[in-house]
């Protein structure tokens, strides 16, 4: 029963580093999304997939890059870290369809909290 | 596109006072609207939601909110707060029922709820 699984839970970078964060859910949803999460801003959109082999553009997706090869994961790439990417990162995943479904709810992976320094 | 402004982003209150948490939307569609809880270095908790139907909404741990189509607004109450209760807390809006933008949510900035003895 675990849901959404972020890795790794904490990370700290040297500025123009590389890294990926995981993201698996295994109850076979379709959207899946990766939000950053700052002080005094919430969380921001940074992309999203619509299913397996897509993906698209949030609100910040400047400096990352995104793959969905496999339904059930969602990798976020930094390529060249920055100190603005300082953050807490949350993944999400849901189902398709109406949110009036019962059970149709947005479930959040437990966050990553990255540094880079 | 929607937006989500949050009134206030600190609230102190003593213990067993009432408090509100105040959350403005903005959107030319209808939505869905939702209020979350984090707790000092965790993930986001689901506190309640508004999809349809009756306006007041009741969720976990003694909070309601109302939904106020004419005013914008979801504002968050609780009759009676304990130490527990600090938290920071997220109004989120998503399109409504007939949309196409695949369960994105918007979040506000967040409000910082602290209680005191």
């Known amino acids: 029963n675990a849901g959404v699984t972020q890795t790794p839970k904490f990370r700290v970078l040297k500025t123009g580093q590389s890294m990926t964060l995981l993201c698996a859910q295994d109850?076979?949803?379709?959207?899946m999304y990766w939000y950053r999460q700052d002080p005094g801003m919430g969380l921001r959109l940074i992309h999203y997939s619509v299913g397996e082999g897509t993906t698209a553009k949030g609100e910040v997706p400047d400096g990352y890059n995104v793959s969905r090869l496999k339904k059930q994961n969602f990798l976020l790439g930094l390529e060249s870290a920055a100190p603005s990417q300082t953050s807490v990162y949350f993944c999400?995943?849901?189902?398709?369809?109406?949110?009036?479904?019962?059970?149709?709810?947005?479930?959040f992976g437990e966050g990553s909290w990255l540094t880079v320094v | 596109a929607q937006s989500v402004t949050q009134l206030d982003s600190q609230v102190p209150v003593f213990e067993e006072a009432p408090v509100e948490l105040r959350c403005n939307y903005s959107s030319s569609v209808s939505v869905y609207l939702f209020w979350y809880v984090q707790y000092p270095n965790q993930g986001l908790q689901l506190l309640l939601k508004?999809?349809?139907?009756?306006?007041l909404v009741k969720g976990i741990n003694g909070f309601e909110a109302e939904f106020n189509k004419s005013q914008t607004s979801f504002h968050l109450r609780k009759p009676s707060v304990h130490i527990s209760d600090t938290a920071e807390y997220f109004c989120a809006v998503s399109e409504g029922a007939g949309g196409t933008s695949y369960g994105k949510l918007t979040f506000g900035q967040g409000t910082i709820l602290t209680v005191h003895p």
């Open positions: 508004y999809l349809s139907g009756s306006t």
């Open positions: 999400a995943s849901r189902r398709t369809g109406s949110p009036e479904r019962i059970g149709n709810t947005i479930y």
């Open positions: 109850m076979n949803h379709e959207y």
